[in-house]
Nanobody, 126 residues
């Protein structure tokens, strides 16, 4: 069982930055593929970014060049650095863990992930 806890959400103005953290239960992160997803009210949960166990990354087109996913296995933490935020980035952001080894390019589907955090709200004001 893997427990994931997100933090770092909040209210920010357009153009601002936030960093989201996802802490995994101790000793579990190093072999997991990790993803960030987001869900706006009334919409489906959408892929944001993913990172493989060995550091390869993939991004949704809508966040490419603005968001950066990274991981620190020693700290059991995955990060999502978000810059140049826009009102359309407003959503609840979830981190998720995938126990299978997959290329980053196919890690964009909700159904592939085995564990989910509770989510953290990000609101970008115009």
């Amino acid at each position: 069982q893997v427990q994931l806890v997100e933090s770092g959400g909040g209210l920010v103005q357009t153009g601002g930055s936030l960093r989201l953290d996802c802490v995994a239960s101790a000793g579990t992160l190093s072999t997991l593929g990790m993803g960030w997803f987001r869900q706006a009210p009334g919409k489906e949960r959408d892929f944001v970014a993913a990172i493989t166990w060995n550091g390869y990354t993939a991004y949704a087109d809508s966040v490419k060049d603005r968001f950066t996913i990274s991981r620190d296995n020693a700290k059991n933490t995955v990060y999502l650095e978000m810059n140049s935020l826009r009102p359309e980035d407003t959503a609840v952001y979830y981190c998720a863990a995938d126990v299978q080894f997959r290329p980053a390019q196919i890690m964009g589907e909700v159904r592939l992930y085995d564990y989910w955090g509770q989510g953290t709200q990000v609101t970008v004001s115009s």
